[in-house]
């Protein structure tokens, strides 16, 4: 089975600062996806970040970035220069061969003026 | 890309009613997914269409849910005989073809079960 667990609910940066979510994920495919999700208050889910799992090369979007170590399958998200425009929900999610993408529990990120 | 919308937005009903929720994809989407999401957790996979073929359903809808997707564009999501842990929002989604498409969702509609 495939799993995405995010074990911080939730995380607290002061504006302009830098902060890390945590996810980790199990899956028996060798062929895989992961991404990074936020979700602010009432409001769509918008992508923020996707890397295959294939690529060494850390997946980089302006102010996100990952970190992928694909042997301890640990995907973290780095916000640099954090904006209150930031604040929201951030899911980690998992795509494999099944169709189905699987996300974490989510992380609330708070952006502190 | 007028985005995707969903129908209604909120949805207050009594035990055992039935209920439909509609889906619109971004129009050149061929993809189309409905989730589940609870207060405090993620999204949770309900079932996925690709074009109008239902090709994955969850094991954990029951019979009381259906989906459908005629022609390959809107799609619904029925709930027979709602019961108080259906109350969640009803999420959808599209993307395009191919594993690294990101998926674009609405705004969601809430069921409240009474």
């Known amino acids: 089975a495939q799993t995405v667990t995010q074990s911080q609910p939730e995380m607290s940066v002061q504006e302009a600062e830098t902060v890390t979510l945590s996810c980790t994920y199990d899956?028996?495919?060798?062929?895989?996806?992961l991404f990074w999700y936020k979700q602010p208050p009432s409001r769509q889910m918008i992508l923020v970040i996707r890397?295959?799992?294939?690529?060494?090369q850390n997946a980089t979007e302006n102010r996100f970035s990952v970190n992928f170590q694909k042997a301890a399958k640990s995907f973290s998200l780095k916000i640099s220069d954090s904006q209150l425009g930031d604040a929201a929900m951030y899911f980690c999610a998992c795509y494999s061969g099944t169709y189905k993408y699987i996300f974490g529990t989510g992380t609330r990120l708070k952006v502190l003026a | 890309d007028t985005g995707v919308s969903q129908d209604p937005r909120h949805k207050i009903t009594k035990r055992g009613q039935n209920v439909t929720f509609r889906c619109d994809p971004i129009s050149e989407h061929n993809r189309l997914y409905w989730y589940r999401q609870t207060l405090g957790q993620g999204p949770e996979f309900l079932t996925y269409?690709?074009?109008?073929?239902?090709?994955?359903k969850s094991r954990l809808l029951s019979d009381r849910f259906s989906a459908e997707r005629p022609k390959g564009s809107f799609s619904t999501l029925e709930i027979q005989r709602t019961e108080q842990g259906d109350s969640a929002m009803y999420l959808c989604a599209s993307s395009s073809l191919g594993p690294n498409q990101p998926q674009h969702f609405g705004d969601g509609t809430r069921l409240s079960i009474l």
């Open positions: 269409f690709q074009n109008e073929a239902q090709l994955e």
């Open positions: 890397q295959e799992a294939y690529k060494q």
């Open positions: 899956t028996s495919e060798s062929d895989y996806y």
